[in-house]
């Protein structure tokens, strides 16, 4: 039995990966280093800009910030895609750095980033699933709500 490939996976859940968002600092997007693949942290972009600013939870609501989320991780993967060529040449998905732009009193973290884990479950199969770190900051370049950075092992 052949296994779904992550293109096809994109085109099944009507998602068109946007081109790879070009760094908005003195640092490069992705890295790659053997059969590891790192990328920077990646902002909600769409269309080169974002599609939220502020903090979750106070300007920000929890669906917004998902939808963030779900955003940063596209983006992410654009970038893991710009660097190996071909979305079938990734063999684990292993950490996923979630960054959480949070109003004082939020803690809903997890939730936010669940998002991004599970859109990343539902593209690559069980080599999506992978581990997390959620952290909630103060401050977050550009006032965005979210940032994530994706580790992953490539062929």
Same mark, same amino acid.
Request: contains cysteine; charged residues 15%; neutral net charge.
């Given at each position: 039995?052949?296994?779904?490939?992550? &293109?096809?996976?994109?085109?099944?859940?009507? *998602?068109?990966?946007?081109?790879?968002?070009? $760094?908005?600092?003195?640092?490069? #997007?992705?890295?790659r280093f053997g059969s590891f693949v790192v990328t920077?942290?990646?902002?909600?972009?769409?269309?080169?800009?974002?599609?939220?600013?502020?903090?979750? =939870?106070?300007?920000?609501s929890l669906e917004q910030a998902q939808e963030a989320?779900? @955003? @940063?991780?596209?983006? $992410?993967?654009?970038?893991?895609?710009?660097?190996?060529?071909?979305?079938?040449?990734i063999r684990r998905i292993f950490r996923l750095d979630?960054?959480?732009? $949070?109003?004082? =009193?939020?803690?809903?973290?997890?939730?936010?980033?669940?998002?991004?884990?599970? +859109?990343?479950?539902?593209?690559?199969?069980?080599?999506?699933?992978?581990?997390?770190?959620?952290?909630?900051?103060?401050?977050?370049? +550009?006032?965005? #709500?979210? &940032? *994530?950075?994706?580790?992953?092992?490539?062929?």
């Open positions: 039995m052949s296994q779904t490939t992550p &293109q096809e996976q994109l085109r099944k859940l009507g *998602i068109t990966l946007p081109p790879a968002p070009p $760094a908005v600092g003195s640092y490069v #997007p992705v890295l920077s942290g990646q902002l909600p972009f769409r269309d080169g800009k974002l599609i939220a600013e502020g903090r979750v =939870g106070s300007d920000v989320a779900r @955003c @940063c991780v596209l983006n $992410a993967i654009a970038q893991l895609q710009a660097a190996v060529g071909d979305l079938s040449r979630g960054y959480v732009h $949070a109003a004082p =009193g939020f803690h809903q973290h997890p939730l936010v980033l669940n998002a991004a884990s599970e +859109l990343l479950t539902a593209i690559f199969g069980e080599r999506g699933t992978h581990t997390r770190v959620a952290l909630g900051v103060h401050d977050m370049p +550009l006032n965005a #709500p979210v &940032q *994530i950075a994706l580790w992953a092992e490539a062929e």
